[in-house]
């Protein structure tokens, strides 16, 4: 019997995917891509972005763990069994043993920092079977 149980989480993925793929748009709206920072206003979160951590940030710590892990599935195939096939479980015990920030915001910073998290959503959806 599996400890985590993700179908649990199906609407809150379902919400997270949508505010990630708004967030996208919002950074493709932006003027080009930023190569440097030339005032603080750069570093100045944008409408969406500020939404997407905003809803993160309150959720439940163990749901924030729990995307960020499929985040981690989806965005490269560091995760990926000897088999070819990715399991949350394991993926999930990794992360455990290496540890988390003692602040759930630093956590949910280093998901909404990446512009392309809808992206990674998807594709760890998709190696872990989950159908949103």
């Known amino acids: 019997m599996s ?3 993700l179908t649990s989480y199906y609407t809150t993925f379902k919400i997270t995917l949508y505010m ?3 967030y996208y748009k919002e950074c493709q709206e932006d003027e080009g891509e930023v190569t440097s920072f030339s005032s603080i206003k750069d ?3 944008g409408e969406k972005e500020r939404e997407l951590f905003d809803f993160l940030n ?3 710590y163990e749901v924030v763990k729990t995307l960020q892990v499929i985040m ?3 965005r490269d195939s560091s995760c990926m069994e000897k088999d070819g ?3 949350y479980e ?3 015990k990794y992360f455990d043993k290496r540890g988390w920030n003692s602040k759930k915001s630093i956590e949910v910073n280093q998901m909404v920092e990446k512009f392309r998290l809808a992206e990674y959503l998807k594709k760890g959806f998709e190696k872990l079977n989950i159908v949103i």
């Open 85 to 87: 096939t990715y399991n």
């Open 3 to 5: 400890k985590y149980n």
């Open 58 to 60: 309150s959720l439940d």
């Open 43 to 45: 570093f100045e979160m």
């Open 20 to 22: 990630a793929e708004e």
């Open 72 to 74: 981690y599935i989806g």
């Open 90 to 92: 394991e993926t999930r």
